[in-house]
């Protein structure tokens, strides 16, 4: 391939290929495999449990999912002291507001009553819908007909209620959610993955996304999610981030001690509920897989499952292409990488696939166990297939939404060259 060199490993000193525009990285030693991998202490609480939770756990469930027909979520001991735990973390976080009523209107002490102004202050600030906002930007539906009669299709298909607001956003990523006190539901599409999918596999995303609301599990109801979210919030708040000044180093020291216990506590208690809801949590991945594949086809479920680790490859040309402008149209340059993978790329993406330590997020199985319960519940025929006059109006939006998306790339891009 042209303008390939050779660079050598920073651990090992083995050869590597270096081809413009991919991961450079280490055959014998596997350095840089995974660009976006991070050392546990850097991870996030859902990431942290996720990776403790370990792989002999996940090859259990893998073994469940392999010899059952239909999942289901039976209401077993785990469920029922996820609700104990998600209802007295919400107690203890509402009764804030009235600690701070009580404290001020009856009693006796002027100090309490001074005082109730802070928990009052502290519920305010861990319940800011800021610290919850939604990623991406509304598409309405008038503007897009298209693509919401696609997801209104695929939910028809897999039986769920339609889709209430569908989100761009910027991210090699899709999800879905509920949202607010009406419980909105959304799904939310990255614009990034969608242009490297064809419409098959793109129909294969949204089927996926679109099962999490189909088949409610515990791990999506409002009950267990607010809680988790709380817990965050208590945890960023508690949690000592900086270092203090040598003046204050003898006040500071015990104080930053103390926030760490606390800290750590709250991380017990998040780590304990997200323990009674991980099996089911996982479960509802594989389902959503196997629905994916009945709605488009084990074979556009697969490849868009293995297109979804080609997100240092788009960053990459991004990245490239706001810096020395040789192209205007990014998507498109993506698109002919992924036609044109070179063999050093081809590896590094199917040895991902194939470490079982991999996931495409703290939340989803490791990747080749889900590929390995797709192929074991294989679909040939997919049970839905757009019409002709839809391709064609989908085709039309999603170029609108990459020329939207590509703008904001490139500037943020740009902006922080």
């Known amino acids: 391939m042209t303008n390939q060199t050779t660079e050598y490993c920073p651990e090992c000193g083995h ?9 450079t990285w280490c055959e014998e030693c596997n350095w840089n495999i995974d660009p976006d991998w991070r050392p546990i202490s850097s991870l996030g609480l859902v990431e942290r449990l996720n990776y403790r939770m370990g792989v002999k756990k996940s090859q259990l469930l893998l073994e469940e999912n392999l010899h059952t027909d239909r999942i289901t979520y039976p209401l077993t001991w785990r469920k029922a002291l996820a609700y104990l735990l998600a ?3 919400l107690a203890g976080t509402f009764s804030l507001p009235i600690i701070a009523v009580y404290w001020f209107f009856y009693s006796n002490s002027l100090l309490l009553t001074m005082l109730a102004i802070v928990p009052f202050l502290l519920f305010i600030g861990l319940m800011l819908p800021s610290r919850w906002r939604l990623s991406g930007q509304p598409l309405r539906r008038e503007e897009y007909p298209g693509l919401y009669r696609l997801a209104d299709d695929i939910a028809a298909a897999v039986q769920a209620p339609p889709i209430d607001e569908i989100r761009m956003t910027n991210s090699y990523n899709a999800y879905f959610t509920k949202f607010g006190r009406r419980r909105t539901k959304i799904i939310g599409i990255g614009v990034p993955l969608f242009s490297a999918l064809s419409l098959s596999e793109k129909i294969a995303i949204l089927a996926h996304e679109t099962a999490h609301h189909a088949h409610k599990d515990v791990t999506r109801s409002w009950f267990i999610v607010s809680a988790r979210r709380i817990m965050a919030s208590w945890y960023e708040f508690v949690y000592p981030y900086c270092e203090e000044g040598e003046v204050l180093r003898p006040i500071s020291t015990p104080m930053r001690y103390a926030q760490l216990q606390l800290a750590n506590l709250i991380f017990i208690l998040y780590y304990g509920l997200g323990i009674t809801v991980w099996d089911e949590s996982q479960r509802a991945e594989y389902l959503a897989d196997r629905v994916a594949g009945e709605i488009a086809g084990t074979d556009a479920a697969c490849s868009a499952l293995s297109k979804s680790h080609f997100a240092p490859v788009f960053w990459l040309t991004a990245e490239q292409i706001a810096r020395y402008r040789f192209n205007s149209d990014l998507f498109g340059e993506f698109r002919q990488k992924m036609e044109h993978v070179p063999t050093s790329e081809q590896k ?16 989803h199985p490791p990747t080749p166990y889900r590929l390995q319960s797709l192929q074991h519940h294989q679909v040939l025929t997919p049970r839905y297939v757009p019409d002709s006059n839809l391709k064609n109006q989908l085709e039309e939006e999603f170029a609108r939404l990459e020329e939207i998306s590509q703008r904001y790339l490139l500037n943020d891009i740009r902006a922080a060259l």
């Open 15 to 23: 050869k590597m290929e270096s081809v413009p525009g991919y991961v």
């Open 87 to 89: 209802g007295s973390i």
């Open 348 to 363: 590094r993406i199917q040895r991902i696939r194939d470490s079982i330590t991999v996931q495409l997020d703290s939340t």
